[in-house]
């Protein structure tokens, strides 16, 4: 398959390096930066890009790995007339979004990607949708070589999908760089942490997380609660995360 790589940053990096080392042929990687994109040229041995007028609109497959923000500008700036089917690879964005090409779909992994850190795609579910059964199939066959985890999923599917693995990685982040962050207001090393956090990520891999559930709020512990608010009582911000999350475990508990 003959492949253009629109965008130069994680998500961009990781499919167009797979889909060269499969095989297929990395015709074109478009971005504005053009370091990134001559970085990600030179490793699949593609021509680099940062005008649009310059696509070549020959290619089977187009894959628009750019921010959420930027897809409806690329999706304008793009020819209508394109005859391969054109993705876009972000989890909250509606499939309709490219509704002016005659083939169009998603390839969605709901993974933190990092270009500069190796990643097994093979791990990966990639959640895909597409306007007809024809190009899901063909971008079934193309995913399910480096991911064979790859499912269809409509664009509901896939918004939930997102949200979730924004709950599970970004807010979940969010509470261990507050951790952290409590640790070293008391001169605490964070190795300290680190073992019960691999440990509720490994009991989440093999039970539900209602039934691992731990901590004052799960044994309606007011007296240890009032102390852990009070000891927030001057960073109000955590005070009401610590408030709202302690209230949501101990309803789920009635």
């Not at 169009?104 to 190796?118: A, C, F």
């Not at 507050?178 to 039970?207: D, G, S, W, Y």
């Not at 539900?208 to 609660?225: F, I, W, Y």
């Amino acid at each position: 398959m003959q492949i253009t790589i629109i965008g130069s940053g994680n998500i961009a990096h990781h499919l167009g390096k797979a889909f060269y080392g499969a095989g297929h042929r990395i015709a074109q990687v478009y971005s504005r930066n053009r370091e990134n994109a001559e970085i990600l040229a030179k490793d699949v041995e593609s021509e680099r890009i940062d005008d649009l007028s310059a696509l070549k609109t020959d290619a089977d497959l187009y894959v628009l790995a750019v921010s959420d923000q930027a897809i409806s500008a690329v999706v304008e700036a793009l020819p209508k007339s394109l005859s391969g089917i054109v993705v876009h690879t972000s989890g909250a964005t509606s499939v309709a979004l490219l509704d002016r090409f005659a083939h169009y779909g998603v390839i969605y992994p709901p993974q933190s990607l990092s270009k500069h850190v190796e990643a097994d795609l093979s791990e990966i579910p990639f959640a895909i949708e597409a306007n007809q059964e024809a190009n899901y199939q063909k971008l079934l066959a193309l995913m399910q070589p480096l991911a064979p985890k790859s499912f269809q999923a409509n664009s509901e599917q896939r918004l939930a999908l997102h949200l979730s693995a924004v709950f599970a990685n970004n807010f979940s982040n969010a509470m261990y760089r507050i951790a952290f962050e409590l640790l070293a207001k008391q001169n605490l090393p964070v190795n300290l942490i680190r073992p019960i956090i691999a440990e509720t990520a490994k009991k989440v891999q093999q039970h539900d997380p209602k039934s691992v559930q731990t901590g004052p709020a799960k044994r309606n512990d007011s007296e240890t609660m009032e102390k852990h608010l009070n000891y927030l009582k001057q960073l109000p911000d955590w005070q009401s995360i610590y408030q709202i999350i302690s209230d949501f475990i101990i309803k789920s508990e009635i």
